[in-house]
């Protein structure tokens, strides 16, 4: 509750474009054919905080010092529609590479229908995005995010090929998750603020860029917090099975940590693919995962630091002062 | 060897174009990460006829009657490249569909590199493709093809949705094959013909037209003609294992004819969901196979006269002259 509370203010501020985002992304889906609108309303079912519309919506307001959500038009919508659309596609896709049951509580698409449904469904909704983002009489959108979706398939492919090595770095941590999660973020923010202006008063490239780089430490942050908490969350709380990580021996930045010291190394290399119960049985045990916690969490508030640092850019106002709570968020959430 | 080289005079018409794109997508497909290099050249083996490039070539010389191919230009070429990619990234997913090992005698991505990494790569590939389509300074191709991929898979998922539904009728099996193959065959004539024509020289609607219907009913045998193949075709010609419409539930149009007869219908029934092996054998023992073959193939020849029939639309002249035979090629291969 009180966890939830900061981020119901940051969200009134831009309530009102968020549900006509909603009323109209319903309409939008509405399939050709009957027979697929039950597919189509269980997906609506995954909403869940709407991270990236907001973050459009707020920056389209914070680039010009807007007051309040009034004057967010059409092509800030749709961009927002996209982005929440491309995001509903990589979840549907992900449950399908983790063959997830349960998504925010309910049935997933492969569990529900099938593997070949939900393969379909999220190429359905792929090109739904990608038909919204053309109709744009400026094609910048349809250009960026069609290169940030390849760019999160590359991150999610490298991550893949990488499973189960130990000589994995840092380095290459951080770039696989800007690709596959930073990299939306970092899109929702920038475009929010580019389809703001309309042509007589094009916003500059500074202020751009001083978004998409609030976006892209934002999404490093979240992904962060994402990979500890599926170490140390409360199943119950964050309502997805914990410990996948370790069983499909995906290397995130805690256990990077705990793999610096040569001798736990090797005994932290029989943990990875165990089931993810022994897994984070063993984990809790036998190793120092709370400093694991905290190393990759200072790292996690560094980023956050650097994406608030970001928004000094921008003029002042409840937007950006949104912007910035939200950023704070990032780091307090355990759901 | 007959059977090919009606193909292969139909072809040389555009080999400079289809060198010059198949020496453009090995390039454009090159990924940001080296390791992702041999998954991508993997995938270059799939490469077949490229029936859907050679028909957006062809109709590009044929909308404006041209000798050869030289006045081929920079955009057909993409539209080419894009619509070849679409295609890749259905083959890649629908190997994942039907859990295939092989395809065209090499193996698929999901038996080489598993499940997840071929759902990722037909993503990828698909960004890659709506990047490149977005890049067009015209957008009608990018709008015609985000449409038609959500068209494809629309097709794809109703068939899903009703596997084993022995109320599935003629129209709606026409319905179905329309959006999931015809349609992409459809797209790749109209958008060669659209982008052949500079801008003081816009082609006329009713040529679009025509093209666009020509590759409808194209595909529309293209399909029947496989759904023939998959019960009477022999394995070792056309290079994937056969039966798996009957395996899987999936009622094709000589099914149809065989339910048409309630006895008859009855007894068909007990086909549907066995081994590929026993499928086939019983159904080529038990049915008159020979005349359900014999029903569906009157109607690819009824679609392949319309598909001509629209070519009267067109200038004369060797492209034109090129989709005719082609069009006469789909009824007769076996491969």
């Known amino acids: 509750m009180t966890q939830t509370k900061p981020l119901h203010d940051v969200i009134s501020l831009v309530e009102d474009p968020l549900d006509r985002l909603n009323k109209e992304l319903l309409e939008d889906l509405a399939p050709g054919h009957p027979e697929m609108r039950p597919l189509i309303e269980h997906v609506g079912g995954f909403r869940g905080k ?8 707020l920056s389209a307001m914070a680039i010009r010092g807007a007051e309040h959500s009034g004057g967010i038009g059409h092509d800030v919508i749709t961009v927002a529609k996209v982005v929440e659309l491309l995001h509903t596609a990589t979840l549907v896709h992900d449950d399908v590479l983790d063959s997830a049951s349960v998504r925010r509580r309910i049935e997933t698409i492969n569990h529900l229908s099938g593997v070949e ?24 959108a349809a250009r960026w995010l069609a290169e940030t979706v390849r760019v999160i398939c590359q991150g999610e492919i490298t991550q893949i090929l990488h499973r189960f090595d130990y000589q994995w770095s840092e380095d290459r941590y951080f770039t696989v998750i800007a690709e596959k999660t930073a990299s939306l973020y970092a899109a929702a923010c920038r475009l929010g603020g580019r389809y703001a202006s309309n042509e007589a008063e094009q916003a500059s490239e500074g202020r751009l860029r001083a978004l998409e780089e609030y976006g892209l430490e934002l999404g490093i942050a979240f992904q962060i917090v994402d990979d500890c908490l599926d170490l140390d969350g409360d199943e119950a709380v964050v309502g997805k099975s914990l410990g996948t990580d370790l069983s499909k021996g995906k290397i995130t930045l805690p256990m990077l940590y705990l793999l610096r010291d040569e001798g ?44 608030q640092a970001c928004l000094s850019q921008l003029p002042p106002g409840p937007a950006r002062a949104a912007l910035d709570k939200l950023a704070g968020f990032v780091l307090t959430r355990r759901v």
Chains 1, 2 share one sequence.
Do not use: N, W
Request: net charge positive; no cysteine; hydrophobic share 45%.
């Open 50 to 57: 709407q991270l990236r519309p907001v973050l459009t919506f």
């Open 264 to 307: 736990q190394a090797k005994r932290f290399q029989t943990l990875l693919g165990t089931s993810e119960a022994e897994g984070l049985r063993r984990l809790r045990a036998e190793f120092p995962l709370e400093h694991a916690i905290a190393y990759a969490m200072e790292e996690a508030q560094r980023r956050i630091a650097k994406a």
């Open 117 to 140: 449904t939900a393969v379909l469904l999220g190429d359905y909704i792929y090109a739904k995005a990608f038909h919204m983002a053309v109709q744009l009489q400026d094609p910048a």
